[in-house]
Structures are given as structure tokens and as C-alpha cells.
């Protein structure tokens, strides 16, 4: 059975994503950072909607005039088109990220 804590590379250069799963208007990836955030001055904004679940670590997420401290366990809705970034994720563990876009 896989597992969403599992097969994470000891050393990752740059955050890693990995597609789960895919059907029309929906895909879930994995996503694993250790430590990586959004480059400077850089913000998402996604043609779809993104839900997402912090399963494992540590994390910040930054909007235009907010900043979101989550924990394990803690998930969030982030609408198509809000300008989103990571501001930061914990260096001492692998944050592990489970994220759903949809439209």
C-alpha cells in the first residue's frame, strides 16, 4: 500500500511533487519541502483552486496581507487566482504537503 511518509530522498535539492492522482478538472500531488520556499518576489496564482493538508512539519504560507503559521494536521482553501506563496518551511523535517487543485 503506498504510503504518503514514505520514499522521501534523504537529501532534496528542490522540493519535490508527485502527481497521486488525476481525472478531469482534479489532480492530488504529494508535495515534500525541506526547508524550500517560494524565490523572492515570486507568488502563485493558479488557474485552479487549491486545497491543501500539511500531514508532516512545519510551515508559513504568505498572502497579499496575511501570513499563515500551519501544522501538521492544519489544511486551508486557497481560491483560483489568490496570490499565494511559501514563505517558509521547517529545515529540521521534511514538511509533507497533500494538496488538492480543482476547479
Not at 19 to 36: D, F, K, M, P
Not at 73 to 101: C, M, Q, Y
Amino acid at each position: 500500500m503506498p504510503s504518503l511518509l514514505a520514499q522521501i530522498p534523504a537529501e532534496l535539492p528542490n522540493e519535490m511533487t508527485e502527481t497521486l492522482a488525476q481525472a478531469t478538472n482534479l489532480r492530488i500531488e504529494r508535495i515534500v519541502s525541506h526547508g524550500h520556499t517560494s524565490p523572492k518576489d515570486f507568488w502563485y496564482d493558479q488557474q485552479e483552486n487549491e486545497w491543501v493538508l500539511l500531514v508532516r512539519g512545519a510551515a508559513r504560507l504568505e498572502f497579499a496581507d496575511e501570513l499563515v503559521a500551519m501544522s501538521a494536521g492544519d489544511w486551508i482553501n486557497i481560491p483560483a487566482h489568490l496570490k499565494h506563496r511559501v514563505a517558509w518551511t521547517t529545515p529540521d523535517e521534511p514538511s509533507i504537503w497533500l494538496a488538492v487543485f480543482y476547479e
